[in-house]
């Protein structure tokens, strides 16, 4: 093996190993996300009070056979916002072909979670072009949006109660996880660490 293909295969090797966080510009502002791995991309499209932290898991599973890419969503993880900025289901779904046009990234494989799953069916009926295939987990659909058992956070939050919410699920982990939080978004919420919570949240406030 010659020295430049050492060089080459210790790359894609640290790839495999570990994701790398990187930003983007768009017309829908900076986006943040991060990649792992070489081969067709797969992108990833997380929830509400989420961020791609979500996906760490399946990037490091799929790092041999997908270069995979978990976006963090406008106004969410690392990305930046314009005040007054539109962040709705449909704004988000246009960033994202922002967002593989900036990459130059014809097609993906899609998976979406959550409300990032609602996000990406809107993607996938915009730019059916832009989709090699398609998979949701859990997720909204045009005829339970918003779910029920999610209409007290909205009304929560369009009352103004959005920041102590999150001051108080970041003083005391144990609310977030509960039942009347975001524990039931949870098949396991008592696995889910403090260090987790601070990553989801903390970019917030």
Excluded at 5 to 20: D, F, T, W, Y
Excluded at 55 to 71: F, G, P, T
Aim: hydrophobic fraction near 40%.
């Amino acid at each position: 093996m010659t020295l430049k293909q050492e060089s080459g295969a210790a790359a894609v090797a640290a790839n495999k190993r570990s994701p790398v966080r990187r930003s983007v510009q768009t017309p829908s502002g900076r986006i943040s996300y991060i990649e792992q791995g070489s081969g067709p991309v797969a992108l990833f499209v997380h929830g509400v009070l989420l961020n791609s932290h979500l996906w760490r898991h399946q990037l490091a599973d799929l790092s041999d056979i997908r270069r995979s890419i978990a976006v963090d969503l406008l106004a969410h993880g690392d990305t930046e916002i314009a005040p007054e900025q539109d962040v709705s289901v449909t704004a988000n779904a246009k960033m994202l072909k922002e967002f593989l046009g900036a990459l130059k990234i014809d097609q993906v494989d899609l998976v979406g979670n959550d409300s990032g799953g609602g996000i990406s069916q809107i993607f996938a009926a915009l730019y059916p072009e832009r989709v090699r295939s398609f998979t949701l987990t859990n997720c909204d659909t045009h005829d339970n949006w918003p779910p029920e058992a999610f209409k007290p956070f909205l009304a929560m939050a369009a009352a103004g109660g959005l920041r102590g919410t999150l001051d108080a699920m970041l003083a005391d982990k144990s609310v977030y996880r509960s039942p009347r939080a975001l524990g039931p978004a949870y098949q396991h919420p008592e696995q889910l660490s403090d260090d987790s919570i601070e990553t989801y949240l903390r970019p917030f406030v």
